[in-house]
C-alpha cells in the first residue's frame, strides 16, 4: 500500500469515527409517513425516531427539499412533535452463514424461533450486488423439484425464476411446501412476505416439516407489519439466496408473495406522494420488482444459482391485474394454479395449458420436449371438446386424435395429481411421462394401420 493509499485511509478512518451525529425533529406525521427535519440522511438510511422511554426504528423514504420522510418499520406509540430523529451510522448489516439454517427470522434479520441470537463474523447487505449480465453462466441443467407435472412438462433449469399465479385458496403454499422437501437444491430460501400471519407457523410444522427445515432459512414478514418490514423481507430473503450462491451452492428461493411486495411498494409510495398510474400502482411499483427479480438467476461460470419461484396472487382469478402481466413479461416462465381444477379435486392444480416454462427447450432432450408438447397438445384437444363429448354430442371414430384424447384422459389427470408426501425424481418424472406418450402413440398408429387393412381391396 502506497503513502498515499495510507493517509487516504487514515482520513477516511478519521472522518467516520469523529464527525459528529447531527440529530433532527419530528414536525409532522401522517398516517405512517413521518416528517423531520435538522440531520442529513439518504433514501435508504435508518433513523432512530425517541421521545422519552419511546423509541421506534424508521427509514427515509424520500425527502422535499430540507425536509425529509420516514416511514417506521416497528409499530408507532408514544411520540409526538418535537421527538429526536438520530440516524443510525452502522447501516443493514446482517449476520450470514450456515448458522442461518433451520432458522425462522423477521425482515429485520432478527430470529422469531426463540433459538438464541444469530452469531457470525459474516454479514452482508440488504441491496445486494449486481451482476454483468455477460457474465452470467447461461441456463443449461435442469433441477428436480419434486413435482411430477412440473419436472416432466415445465421442466426447471438451475437459475431460472419462475411465476407461480393463483388465487387465494387454490394451493400454492403447499405447492411451495411440497418444492421446498422434495428439491435437490443445497439450500432453500422461503421468504413469507405479507400473507397471513397464522400461515407462518403452520407452514413450518404442517407443510415444510423438520426434515425440510433443516436445509432451509425461513424470513417471515406477516400482513400486519410495516410496509417497509415486508419489502426488507423479500430483500433479505434475496440477500441470503445470493450468499449462500456465492458459496456455489444451488439455492432454491421460495417467495410467498411478490404480489404483497408490490402493494407494500405502493403503500409507501402512495404516502410520499407518488401520483397513481396503473390501476392505482405508482410507477415506481414496476421498477422494483424487476429490481428485485434481477439479482437473482445464475452467477458466473462455475458457480451457483439461485432459482427462484414468486407466487404471484391474482385477485379474483384475473391474470392481466397489473403486477401479474409486469411479473408475466419479467420472469422465465409461469406455472398456472386453476381453481376449476382445485374444485374438481386435482392437487396441485396446475393448469398446463396456461403454463409454460421458456428454459425448458434448452434444458431437455429433444425426445422429451416433444413428448410435452404432444401431452400439452392432447389434453388441450380434450378440454376444448369437453362439453360436446359430455353431453354425447360427439361420436368416436370422426376425429382419431381426440379419439387419442379420450382414450389418455384418465391416464392424464392421473399423471398430473401428485399427492402431498409423493416425491418424483426428474428421471422418474420424464420416464412416465414418455411411457404414456410412447404407449398412445404406438396403440394410435396400430390402430390406423388396422382401419388401413380393412378398407384395402381384398
Known sequence: MSNQDVLRWMNQECHFFCAPVVSGQLTRMVGLTMEAIGCKVKVGDRCKVEQGDDSIEAEVVGFDRERFF??????????????????????????????????????????????????????????????????RAPIRDTMNVGIRAINSILTVGRGQRLGLFAGSGVGKSVLLGMMTKFTDADVCVVGLVGERGREVQEFIQ????????????????????????????????????EYFRDQGKNVLLLMDSLTRYGQAQREIALAVGEPPATKGYPPSVFAKIPKLVERTGNGPPGGGSITAFYTVLTEGDDLQDPIADSARAILDGHVVLSRRLAEEGQYPAIDIEASISRAMPQIVAPETLKAAQTFKYLYALYQENKDLISVGAYSAGSNPELDLAVRLQPVMKSFLAQGLDESHSLEESERGLNLIINEAMGAQRQNQAQQQNQTQPQ
Not at 426434515?211 to 417497509?228: C, Y
Not at 418490514?229 to 433479505?236: D, E, I, P, Q, T
Open 70 to 135: 420516514l416511514m417506521p418499520i416497528e409499530p408507532v406509540q408514544g411520540l409526538s412533535p418535537g421527538a429526536k430523529v438520530t440516524p443510525i451510522l452502522d447501516g443493514d448489516q446482517i449476520p450470514v452463514g450456515n448458522c442461518l439454517l433451520g432458522r425462522v427470522l423477521n425482515g429485520a434479520g432478527q430470529p422469531l424461533d426463540g433459538l438464541g441470537d444469530i452469531v457470525s463474523n459474516e454479514t452482508l447487505n440488504l441491496e445486494g450486488n449486481i451482476i454483468n449480465p455477460m457474465q
Open 206 to 241: 404442517d407443510i415444510l416439516g423438520e426434515e425440510g427445515l433443516k436445509r432451509a432459512v425461513v424470513v417471515a414478514s406477516p400482513a400486519d407489519d410495516s410496509p417497509i418490514m415486508r419489502m426488507r423481507a423479500a430483500s433479505l430473503s434475496t440477500a441470503i439466496a
